[in-house]
Every structure is written in C-alpha cells, then in structure tokens.
C-alpha cells in the first residue's frame, strides 16, 4: 500500500454558475483518493454514517482504493453545502453540519501503518498529530489545512508542520498563519519549522513550490493554473492539486529531489484543472493519465522559453 | 532610431507603505524610454510644463534618449498624486491635474516618422491614432491603455486596437473592455480585432502572452512575476513591463516570431521587478543588462521542468 489519506468523506450540496448538484459525493479524502488512485494504489481513513450511498464506496473500490480504514457508523453523513459566485474563486458556506465527523478520530487499520506516501487532508490539527502517531515512518508526509484551524488550533497546527515534509495551504493561510503580509518572508517561516516544502496554492493564479536552496536562499519554481475552457466546479481542486503531486512522487518513487517536487507540482496542477470542468468527482471517473500526459507537454510549451 | 514612445510625461507625488516622494519623475512615457533606452535607441513624443527640471531632461539625454519630439510649452506639467496600500495593488488616485496635457496633441519629428518600433503609451486612443497617421510602416506598433479610455473612448480605441500588432492591457481592462468575464474567450476577442499578439498583466501573479495558434486556438504563455524582496513602489511597473517587452524585441530584430515574443515577455517580467524596488524612475538609473541577464537566468530556473 503506497498512499494513505486521512480527510473528510461528505456529501455536498454545489451550486456554480454552471449548475448545482444536490448531496452530491465530496469531502477532501474522497476528491484525493479519487485522483490519487490514477497513479498508485491509494487507502482511505474517514468516517461515513449510515445514510452514505453504497455505491460511492462500490466506485471508490472500482478504483482500487482501499476502504477498510473507512469507517461506517451510526448518524448521518458529513454535510457541506456552498455556493460558488461567477468569479469561481472562494465559496460561501451555505450549511455545515459535522454529523458523524464530530466524533471522528482516525483509527489507522494495521496493515496500513506501513504507509509510504501520507496524505493528511484538512482536518482538526489534533487529529492530524493522532494520525502521525499511529503511522510509522513514511517516506513523505504532506498536510493541508485551513482559515479555520488556524484561528483556533494555531498550536496543533504549528506541531504537525514541524512533523511533516511537504504542507500545502492557500496563499492567505499562509499569511495567516504566520501573521507575514510579505508571501516571501511567510514562506520562510514554514520553512524554517522544518517541513522540505511548502507548497503555495493560487487558484486561478497556479502555484509556488517553496524550497530553501543554497545558503537557505528562497527557491521558488511556479507554476501557472492549467487554462479551462470552462470552469464548472472548482470544489476539490486543491484535494485533488495534493493528489497530483503525492501522486506523481509515489509513483516515482526514490528520493525526493528538486526536479521530481517540481514535476509533481505541475501534476497537481493539470489534475486540479481536470476536477473543476466538472461536478463532484465526476470529471476524475473518465480520466486517464494519456490525458494527463497531453496536458503536462502543454504546460511545458506554456512556460518555456529559450536561453 | 529604433524605438518611439508616445505618452505622458508627469510630475508624480507618490505615497506607499515604504515612503512617499513629492513631484517625482513620472509618466508612461518617461518609466517605458528610460527602461528601454536599455535595449536600444529610444526617442520620446510628449509635452511638458515651463516648471520641468531642466535635469529630468538632461538625465534622459544621458541615456540617449531623443527628446526632440518632447514640447516643453508654457504652464504646468501633468501632475499626478496617488497612495498604495499595505498590498501594493492598484493605487487610489488623489489628485490628477492634466495641466499642459490636457491641450496635448503628438507630434512626430519627421527624423522619427521611420520608427521601426512604435509604444503607444496610454493615452487618449484618439491621440494614439493621431500618431499612426504619422509614422510610416513600423515593424511593430504596441499599444497600452486603461479603464478610463474603455469606458469614455470604446469606439476610438477599437480603431486603435485594430491598427497595433501588440495590445498590452491588464486582466480587469480586457475583460472591461470586450464585457467578457471569461479571460481567455476576451484575449479571443481582442486578437479577432487583428493584433499579433495581445499581453495581458496580471501584477504579482505575471503575465500572458495570448496569440493564436493551429487552427485558431488559443495559446497561452505564462511568465510568474519576478519575486522581489520588497517591493517599493509599483508606479510604472506596466509601463516598463511594455518597455522590456519592445526593447528586447528591437534588440533582437528579425521577424515577431513566437519565440522571440516569449522571451521578450521574460524581459517585460523582469524589468518591471526591478523598477518597483525603488521609488521613479530610480531603480533604472544605474540598472544594467547583466543584472536583467541575472535574473533571465534565474527565471527559467524557476519556472523550467524536465519532461
């Protein structure tokens, strides 16, 4: 078992300029171990209740995600429901209702311990640090999280980052976390509690990889979002932007060198670009990395220029 | 004589979190020749007041720059205040006194009517086709504008458009302009007018080249903004962007090809990071093709990837 996530598993109620969609399959585990299931074999620690359609796990496990960390108890599904404005950028929360993931703590089945790759998506700090002491020692640990965790867990929060390899947060977390309106000098101050890398997720903007390169100089390597026709969802783009990336290295295998976070950066940003031309995970069922691989050539000619 | 620029020239009082400086050197004009008068040989069309120091005119003699189509008449020179907030974004306008400008009209020397290079700095588009009328058969023409002219001016400015093969406008002025939210069915818009080429700025988050591909299709290129350490006033950025832009494409002579066009784009990103590192023009005044090769060379460490 390469990858390991441990996230939220939820229903969504969307609504975009492009349509809406009613209790509809969502949550950061789901989009990651979706997309994350493209490169490598991937297993899911999250908690569902009872009203949690079978069929979401038969998919789940047509795409051979491992499911026996899941856990499925008594109550209601995680509920999100949002609304996205035209400009697609944040959503307003319309209704949150925590359900059975109000009592969720992540319970690392035995033989998933030995996980390589962990995914630790946005959840409570705490439970992130419950995780880590559950896994062994894996080759990369990454961490998302949010606003929310760190106005009000800003000590858990800080603890995991000093735990793992690779955090990926927005542009305004990273401010806010380190109360830093200077991006560069934000980014350093991650940095310097240990992690390998940030990674500094821009919407419609793309992305930055932050690395400290000789002398603890700042390295920055950009990355553009990948022009859409259309957008029609945006939720799940950053699950599914870490699922590229973890994904990418996972399957790469062997140490984590500049050149590979680099081109794992730009896989979580052809990835992203796929989940959002579509509701929910839909856009993930048909994708095939062929496509992928059309998309990763076309970032290269979109970026590159001669000496 | 290589390259023509036409547009303002302006005493400016500017306000940022890092200082304020009180009737400063200013002006479209003024940011693009003496960026560019890096590049190549540059001559200016613009006017000016009866109180305009004698040294702003001898500084840009030293750098080559040909002011003989400068009109220095009686009155004030345009005059324009503003303040940038902690983001450094847009800046509010506090004052804007047209003074001599307000009765400008361009007037090319006849020597620089066989410009190879035409910037058509931002400016009333009736003024910009005042002076197509008078150059001959440039190479390539560029043209700049804002809001204000979108709104006032459509109709003038569509004209414009037509006649340049390189329009430089920022993201919310395409978008204004062609009533398109979509940024890249706009950039489609405004290269079915005729330019070669449309940039679009986008600030702190770089630029695009938008020109036409295959069949038609869109094809993008991206270029990050050039990370700076601390920024200190972004006044002139766009124009000196133009002015990296046109300079290496003059520079480097031969046909627009697509190539050159991406590198000159670089040059755009990079000179305007160095001209927000101080306040005016003064970052310019002892900035050196080396350092821009510097930086050249670093931006392709930081947006490269291997296959």
């Known amino acids: 078992m390469s990858i390991l ?14 349509g809406r969609r009613e209790r509809t399959l969502g949550g950061a585990c ?11 074999r991937v297993a ?22 491992d499911t026996c960390g899941l856990q499925c108890v008594e109550g209601r599904t995680f509920f999100w429901a949002g609304r996205y404005g035209a ?17 969720f703590h992540p319970v690392v089945p035995p033989e ?33 999280s949010m606003n929310y965790w760190i106005e009000s867990k800003h000590a ?31 980014a350093r101050r991650v940095l310097d509690l240990g992690p390998r890398a940030l990674v500094i997720k821009r919407g419609r903007h793309g992305a930055t990889l932050m690395t400290l390169g000789a002398e603890g100089a700042l390295a920055p390597f950009f990355v553009p979002a990948y022009p859409v026709e259309r ?27 500049l050149a590979r976070m680099r081109r794992a950066l730009v896989h979580g940003a052809i990835v992203a670009s796929f989940t959002i031309e579509d509701f929910s995970i839909d856009r993930l069922r048909t994708l095939t990395m ?5 998309r990763y050539a076309a970032m290269r000619r979109m970026t590159h220029f001669e000496p």
Chains 1, 2 share one sequence.
């Open 30 to 40: 789901t989009y990651f171990a979706t997309a994350a299931s493209l490169y490598d």
């Open 156 to 186: 858990a929060l800080t603890r995991a980052l000093r735990a793992v390899d690779v955090v990926l947060l927005n542009e305004s977390e990273i401010k806010q976390f380190t109360g830093e309106c200077n991006v560069a000098e934000a």
């Open 112 to 144: 998933l311990c030995a996980a390589e790759y962990v995914f630790l998506a946005n959840i409570d700090p705490d439970l992130q640090l419950e995780v880590l002491a559950q896994v062994g020692r894996p080759k990369l640990i990454a961490l998302d």
């Open 290 to 294: 062929a496509q992928i691989d059309v």
């Open 5 to 18: 996530v441990v996230g939220s598993v939820a229903l969504d109620s969307v609504e975009t300029p492009a």
């Open 87 to 103: 400009d697609m950028g944040d959503a307003q929360t319309l209704d949150t209702q925590l359900n059975v993931f109000a009592d």
């Open 231 to 257: 957008v029609v969802d945006p939720t799940g783009a950053g699950d599914t932007f870490a699922a590229g990336f973890m994904g990418y290295l996972a399957r790469a295998g062997g140490h984590l060198t």
């Open 44 to 65: 899911m620690v999250g908690v569902v209740g009872d009203d949690f359609p079978s069929e979401h796990v038969e998919f789940l496990c047509s795409r051979n995600v």
